[in-house]
């Protein structure tokens, strides 16, 4: 492929307070943002209800990312999950140049970043994704091509036995709906929603194979990997996706 006739891709730039860094493509919107403090902590509600996934598979063996941004859901679970394998897909170059930015982790032998378009990486995964995160937004909103009836059955097909698929959708977005129904069309009753009106993210759980588990309210046991801290941070997240389970039992 020539210069010419490679994709043009948005340079992100970064804006900087006394206690968070955040990437953006416009400063009316924030990609991703970091706590100066706790640059390995979730600063998004809808980054820690994505995380949800805890609550159906403690423990994926490989997990599979559409979307880099800030590396925020990255590297918090390369930090979390040790013993999971961690593949991030990122179309835009200018994206993954400011890794070092956001204390995204260096490349080792369970976690990469590769540069690579997101429809792409599903389509032709080397082996099934137990959890497959998608937050592919560019400067222009959510691509068609990860939001097609075609690219959610690849999802689908580049899952496990049980594999959870893990989408954040804006809800003003036009087709919002579409998605939504897109999903529900390859999943069945494998189907969640958890919407956030305050924030306008929807996050979308959705299993490959058997329904959704009803999980049982309550607490839930924290993980030896979670400092009691960062377990807390969770429980209005999970409490969400609990109700959001109740309501579709």
């Not at 961690?86 to 590769?114: G, K, Q």
């Not at 909103?141 to 594999?163: M, V």
Request: proline share 6%.
């Amino acid at each position: 492929m020539s210069d010419s006739a490679k994709p043009r891709h948005m340079r992100p730039f970064v804006s900087m307070t006394n206690k968070t860094k955040a990437l953006h493509f416009s400063i009316a919107e924030v990609q991703s943002r970091m706590d100066l403090r706790e640059p390995h902590a979730l600063n998004l509600e809808y980054t820690r209800t994505m995380m949800g996934f805890l609550l159906f598979d403690t423990a994926p063996d490989y997990i599979g990312m559409i979307g880099l941004g800030g590396g925020s859901l990255a590297k918090f679970c390369y930090r979390h999950l040790p013993d999971a394998t961690i593949c991030v897909a990122e179309i835009n170059p200018y994206v993954i140049a400011l890794r070092d930015e956001f204390a995204v982790p260096e490349d080792d032998e369970r976690f990469t970043v590769i540069e690579a378009d997101g429809a792409d990486f599903v389509r032709t995964a080397p082996r099934p994704f137990n959890v497959l995160l998608i937050d592919g937004y560019d400067s222009k909103g959510l691509p068609k091509a990860l939001s097609s009836q075609r690219f959610y059955e690849d999802c689908h097909a580049a899952l496990a036995p049980d594999g959870l698929l893990v989408a954040n959708l804006h809800a003003d977005h036009r087709e919002y709906q579409q998605q939504i129904e897109r999903v529900r069309h390859c999943f069945h009753d494998a189907f969640l929603l958890v919407e956030d009106k305050r924030e306008g993210n929807s996050i979308v759980f959705a299993q490959k194979g058997n329904p959704l588990q009803m999980l049982s309210p309550g607490p839930l046991r924290r993980p030896p990997s979670f400092e009691e801290k960062t377990w807390k941070a969770f429980q209005g997240s999970f409490a969400r996706i609990m109700s959001a389970l109740k309501e579709n039992s």
